[in-house]
Structure formats: structure tokens, C-alpha cells
């Protein structure tokens, strides 16, 4: 039997959570934009949209990893 990497199903939705709250950094960058007019206040926003992304991918990583020990250890008292 092989090991799957993936074997929560996490890697599509947290790209989509990713995609999403990145989305809406930026999206509140742009309008703040067109408020003030400010390019420095939307680069600031555009970003942590950017680092934000890197941010979600990245606890869900960790939430898979914390999922697959927890398996592991369910697996190894049986």
C-alpha cells in the first residue's frame, strides 16, 4: 500500500483559503487606494496579501502534520 501525501485532502482547500483571504487583503488594499490615493499604503496591502497567502498555506501544512502524528499514533496502539 503507498503512502499518499495528501491523505486529509487538505492541499485543495487550503490553496482555496489561501487564494481567498489573499483576495480579500488586497482587496481591501485597492479600495483603500482609491480612497487616499496612497501607493505605499497599497503596496503595504498588496504585500501581506502576498505574505498572507504563504502564511494560510503554511498552517495548514502544519495541521496536516499534526493530523498524519495523530493518525500515526492511533495506528502504532492497535
Do not use: K
Not at 20 to 34: D, K, N
Request: hydrophobic share 50%.
Amino acid at each position: 500500500m503507498t503512502q499518499n501525501n495528501d491523505r486529509h485532502n487538505l492541499q485543495r482547500i487550503s490553496r482555496w483559503v489561501a487564494l481567498v483571504f489573499s483576495a480579500l487583503i488586497a482587496a481591501l488594499g485597492v479600495a483603500g487606494y482609491q480612497r487616499t490615493g496612497d501607493l505605499i499604503q497599497l503596496a503595504v496591502f498588496l504585500g501581506i496579501s502576498l505574505l498572507g497567502y504563504f502564511v494560510v498555506l503554511l498552517l495548514f501544512y502544519g495541521i496536516g502534520r499534526l493530523l498524519d502524528s495523530l493518525d500515526d499514533s492511533q495506528d502504532s496502539s492497535r
